[in-house]
């Protein structure tokens, strides 16, 4: 028999699992079989006293890509990876409008079933000319790109070296394949060198793996010293480019691209939710013999095909902001300049950001929700990271900067995080 309380939960609490955190009683016995679960009830008292968790708040979007509505308030959006305002481009908005009127809402199939079309090929065919590389795969997100990719890509034999603050879907990946896993320090070449000589393949079975702009410190790989130690060991590199794609480089395909290193890479993963402000994944290689993968990976095989609105739009915002995208990147990095000269002065040189990806680290904790709490008060929505998500542990308050955003809001952004610094203490 159904209880009351099973009636009530999720009706009238905003948040089922701050819900749950309160009232234990409505949990049910799958809390004590279940690691993860006991994981995030022993955070209960960290969260109790909230009206609501800090983690998945329901934001309204408007009219603006920089403003939100919570709560019928209008906020600011600074916890946005909508790097180019790509979101709300009128180009964009009636490019999905039309897929949907000539092609319908939905695939209904997978790619190798039924489900592959016109829009699908014309998207592939574009990323292949935009990075000049002999084939593209589409996936859903860029979660499933670099899982597919590294599961498929890491057979037994095979040695993964991954950059510790790589991406949980490249962690994942290669968890999930046959290869031996080895992690180094972040932007750290000395280790990675080390451990290429050590414990790498000696026949050259070795894949590094490292994201081009780190979406939670800011930072950019290295590159150029990475791709040096193949001298030391042959090895395949792959480059999740998701967070700079769009927004780095002449030419707007990212850390390689900036660093004008592309041909370097092998295999370059990244997402459409960013920059081009849809749904969607990618991968772009050299080796044309990695299009097997389409017939290598399950969840590939198995997986219903991206919907034509979505194509549609993609495929607009992929000529709007990557090929004719210079003024959108000028505007993005001109905002960003303020905010570099306001937060890289007091850190490490292997984490200086060049935008769009913030942080401010603070020293505990219960410091960072406060001052999360004090910025939303303020009208201003950041990114609150706690650990374990957070890199080395240190709470954050992570925020992404928009072209989109004007030369006040990010004065705004600038004072705010100034009382902010003023008032707790870094955690560095």
């Given at each position: 028999?159904?209880?009351?309380?099973?009636?009530?939960?999720?009706?009238?609490?905003?948040?089922?699992?701050?819900?749950?955190?309160?009232?234990?009683?409505?949990?049910?016995?799958?809390?004590?079989?279940?690691?993860?679960?006991?994981?995030?009830?022993?955070?209960?008292?960290?969260f109790k006293h909230l009206d609501e968790l800090p983690l998945g708040l329901s934001l309204e979007p408007t009219d603006d890509?920089?403003?939100?509505?919570?709560?019928?308030?209008?906020?600011?959006?600074?916890?946005?990876?909508?790097?180019?305002?790509?979101?709300?481009?009128?180009?964009?908005?009636?490019?999905?409008?039309?897929?949907?009127?000539?092609?319908?809402?939905?695939?209904?199939?997978?790619?190798?079933?039924?489900?592959?079309?016109?829009?699908?090929?014309?998207?592939?065919?574009?990323?292949?000319?935009?990075?000049?590389?002999?084939?593209?795969?589409?996936?859903?997100?860029?979660?499933?790109?670099?899982?597919?990719?590294?599961?498929?890509?890491?057979?037994?034999?095979?040695?993964?070296?991954?950059?510790?603050?790589?991406?949980?879907?490249?962690?994942?990946?290669?968890?999930?394949?046959?290869?031996?896993?080895?992690?180094?320090?972040?932007?750290?070449?000395?280790?990675?060198?080390?451990?290429?000589?050590?414990?790498?393949?000696?026949?050259?079975?070795?894949?590094?793996?490292?994201?081009?702009?780190?979406?939670?410190?800011?930072?950019?790989?290295?590159?150029?010293?990475?791709?040096?130690?193949?001298?030391?060991?042959?090895?395949?590199?792959?480059?999740?480019?998701?967070?700079?794609?769009?927004?780095?480089?002449?030419?707007?395909?990212?850390?390689?691209?900036?660093?004008?290193?592309?041909?370097?890479?092998?295999?370059?993963?990244?997402?459409?939710?960013?920059?081009?402000?849809?749904?969607?994944?990618?991968?772009?290689?050299?080796?044309?013999?990695?299009?097997?993968?389409?017939?290598?990976?399950?969840?590939?095989?198995?997986?219903?095909?991206?919907?034509?609105?979505?194509?549609?739009?993609?495929?607009?915002?992929?000529?709007?902001?990557?090929?004719?995208?210079?003024?959108?990147?000028?505007?993005?990095?001109?905002?960003?300049?303020?905010?570099?000269?306001?937060?890289?002065?007091?850190?490490?040189?292997?984490?200086?950001?060049?935008?769009?990806?913030?942080?401010?680290?603070?020293?505990?904790?219960?410091?960072a929700l406060e001052a999360w709490r004090y910025a939303m008060e303020q009208g201003f929505y950041l990114n609150l990271v706690?650990?374990?998500?957070?890199?080395?542990?240190?709470?954050?308050?992570?925020?992404?900067?928009?072209?989109?955003?004007?030369?006040?809001?990010?004065?705004?952004?600038?004072?705010?995080?100034?009382?902010?610094?003023?008032?707790?203490?870094?955690?560095?």
């Amino acid at each position: 028999m159904r209880r009351e309380t099973d009636r009530i939960f999720g009706q009238d609490h905003p948040s089922i699992s701050l819900h749950l955190l309160r009232e234990k009683g409505n949990a049910s016995a799958l809390i004590d079989d279940n690691k993860l679960f006991r994981q995030w009830f022993a955070r209960a008292d960290f969260f109790k006293h909230l009206d609501e968790l800090p983690l998945g708040l329901s934001l309204e979007p408007t009219d603006d890509p920089t403003l939100l509505t919570y709560r019928n308030k209008t906020i600011l959006n600074f916890g946005t990876n909508n790097y180019l305002g790509s979101t709300h481009l009128p180009e964009v908005r009636q490019a999905a409008k039309d897929a949907i009127d000539k092609f319908g809402v939905g695939s209904t199939a997978s790619r190798l079933a039924g489900g592959t079309q016109q829009l699908h090929l014309k998207v592939e065919a574009e990323m292949s000319r935009i990075f000049k590389r002999a084939g593209t795969i589409l996936f859903n997100t860029g979660y499933l790109a670099n899982f597919v990719m590294l599961t498929v890509l890491g057979q037994s034999g095979y040695c993964v070296f991954i950059d510790e603050e790589c991406h949980a879907s490249i962690y994942e990946g290669s968890q999930r394949s046959e290869a031996k896993q080895y992690r180094f320090r972040h932007n750290n070449v000395d280790q990675l060198k080390a451990l290429l000589i050590k414990r790498g393949a000696p026949d050259g079975r070795n894949i590094v793996c490292v994201d081009g702009l780190y979406s939670m410190s800011g930072s950019v790989a290295p590159l150029n010293d990475i791709a040096k130690l193949r001298d030391v060991a042959p090895f395949l590199l792959l480059v999740d480019e998701a967070h700079s794609f769009g927004t780095l480089g002449a030419n707007g395909l990212g850390v390689a691209d900036m660093l004008d290193c592309l041909h370097t890479v092998d295999v370059i993963t990244g997402t459409f939710s960013k920059s081009i402000g849809s749904i969607g994944g990618f991968s772009v290689f050299k080796d044309p013999t990695l299009e097997l993968v389409r017939f290598a990976a399950p969840s590939y095989m198995y997986t219903a095909a991206l919907p034509p609105p979505t194509l549609g739009g993609v495929l607009a915002a992929l000529d709007r902001v990557i090929v004719r995208g210079d003024d959108l990147r000028a505007a993005l990095h001109g905002n960003c300049k303020r905010l570099s000269e306001l937060l890289n002065g007091s850190i490490e040189p292997e984490y200086a950001m060049p935008g769009p990806v913030f942080l401010l680290r603070l020293r505990t904790a219960a410091d960072a929700l406060e001052a999360w709490r004090y910025a939303m008060e303020q009208g201003f929505y950041l990114n609150l990271v706690l650990p374990p998500a957070s890199p080395r542990g240190i709470p954050m308050l992570r925020m992404g900067v928009s072209a989109a955003h004007s030369s006040g809001q990010i004065e705004q952004l600038c004072d705010l995080l100034r009382f902010i610094m003023r008032r707790y203490p870094a955690g560095y």
